[in-house]
């Protein structure tokens, strides 16, 4: 068996505290199985996601980000969310113009009622990671050092 | 003296003497021949070392920030922008500036003049706009080269030579000269390549960089109070110059100016190590255009670009 197929990816979500963190919580007591590789932390809206949030989470290690929130219009500040997706977006596209993988930094709408969306998109996000190699965007050869934990 | 400047001095003088500006911020001739320098003043005396010509690089309304009272700001198309912009995100408010727009004919890129004709700066004796030629004279002989050889790299991208914004403007738009595959050229060969090249590239780019932090000082877009990269709770980068962290730094100051850099080049300019931030720059200000249609500092009563949204646009990416 290849070294690749036993890797497993990491990933890092930011949950939004009141539609894709209940989604998240319903999926679990739905008994949804989904994969393990996600790592959730909750925030208290999308709109809080900050582009160095998600490159920090890169720099530590983890193989990919998934930015979830509430639906469009459905922001429980109102605009939270519409916020987010304009800076999800530039910092998506500039990243990727840096060379990162487009499938490192994902998001998502996920509602409080959508568990079953919120397994499948961690299902699919985990598979695209999958496709490629594990994140050594801030690993140094030269020198040895490997992205802090 | 041209004409221009003799107009710039006489308002810049009125201005100060009606009161309607406490500071001038202009430019002044720099130690080294062809060079200018950026001055502030509020002496009248001072007046008559202002100067305009194809050396007026620095973009001043860095120096808004810094200032308590009413300044009087010479300022290029990209300037001008800089300060809507300013305005756009209550920086600065309009009623206390007094906007000097000067018509860009763009600058010169001395490096440029100094390699077509192969001689030192001290060698040659005048630079001078003729129409969309630049007129080099050398021991009298007067040599023409066309204004896409001598542009600064910045220049040569420009759409907005004449001020977005002023309240006195100093003289009639010049021919606008650009180019702008030549501008981008370094974007589309990154472009081309592969993200893990590209990676690579920014990577060897970034293991020069010092940390000097130039490139923010000199940025107008760049107006926190206190930078992330100084915050020590939590602690976001290592204060130490490793690439990963150069990177860090450099990637979200880029994210932060969106929708305020106006590629005016300062940065790209300031950096001791000559990394291309403008290849940078230049791509942010590219994305947010496509995006969202989005031009940094061209219409002051406009929401900033990541204050504002449309309820229905840059979807594709979302599950």
């Known amino acids: ?149 | 003296m041209s004409e221009t400047e003799q107009k710039l001095r006489n308002e810049a003088m009125t201005l100060l003497e009606q009161g309607r500006a406490d500071y001038i911020i202009g430019y002044e001739a720099g130690s080294l021949k062809f060079t200018t320098t950026p001055l502030i003043t509020r002496d009248k005396d001072d007046i008559d070392r202002l100067v305009i010509n194809p050396f007026i690089l620095n973009n001043l309304s860095v120096f808004l920030g810094d200032i308590s009272g009413k300044a009087g700001i010479v300022a290029k198309g990209c300037d001008s922008r800089s300060i809507v912009s300013l305005i756009q995100d209550q920086q600065l408010a309009r009623e206390d500036i007094v906007i000097i727009g000067v018509p860009c004919s763009g600058v010169i890129d001395l490096n440029k003049v100094e390699k077509l004709t192969g001689k030192d700066r001290d060698e040659l004796d005048d630079i001078a706009w003729a129409g969309d030629k630049a007129v080099v004279t050398i021991e009298g002989a007067k040599k023409e080269f066309p204004a896409k050889d001598v542009l600064m790299d910045d220049c040569l991208s420009c759409d907005m030579p004449a001020p977005q914004e002023y309240d006195i403007l100093l003289d009639e738009v010049g021919p606008l000269v650009c180019d702008k595959e030549l501008s981008r050229s370094q974007i589309k060969e990154l472009e081309e390549m592969s993200p893990e090249q590209r990676w690579e590239f920014w990577k060897n780019e970034f293991s020069r960089c010092i940390r000097c932090y130039a490139c923010r000082q000199v940025c107008p877009a760049c107006f926190c109070k206190r930078c992330f990269v100084e915050e020590t709770e939590p602690q976001w980068i290592s204060p130490l110059p490793k690439w990963q962290d150069n990177l860090i730094f450099q990637m979200t100051r880029m994210i932060h100016v969106a929708g305020r850099c106006t590629d005016c080049g300062e940065c790209q300019r300031s950096c001791p190590v000559n990394i291309p931030l403008r290849s940078l720059s230049k791509k942010m200000e590219e994305i947010a255009d496509e995006l969202f249609q989005y031009k940094a500092g061209t219409d002051k009563d406009a929401p900033p670009l990541m204050a504002a949204y449309e309820s229905e646009e840059a979807e594709d990416f979302i599950r």
């Open chain 1, 1 to 149: 068996m290849s070294q690749e197929s036993e890797w497993e990816p990491k990933i890092l979500g930011f949950l939004c505290r009141w539609c894709s963190y209940a989604g998240a919580d319903l999926a679990g007591t739905s008994r949804k199985k989904y994969p393990a590789n996600i790592r959730i932390i909750k925030i208290p809206c999308s709109g809080r996601i900050d582009p160095l949030l998600i490159i920090r989470a890169l720099r530590t290690g983890f193989d990919g980000v998934l930015v979830s929130g509430c639906h469009p219009g459905d922001c429980h500040y109102q605009t939270g969310n519409y916020r987010a997706r304009r800076r999800i977006a530039i910092t998506k596209n500039f990243l990727e113009y840096m060379g990162m993988e487009p499938q490192r930094l994902q998001a998502s709408w996920v509602s409080a009622s959508e568990g079953g969306k919120f397994a499948e998109v961690v299902s699919e996000i985990t598979r695209d990671l999958k496709e490629i190699s594990p994140n050594r965007l801030f690993t140094d050869e030269r020198d040895g050092t490997k992205a802090t934990e």
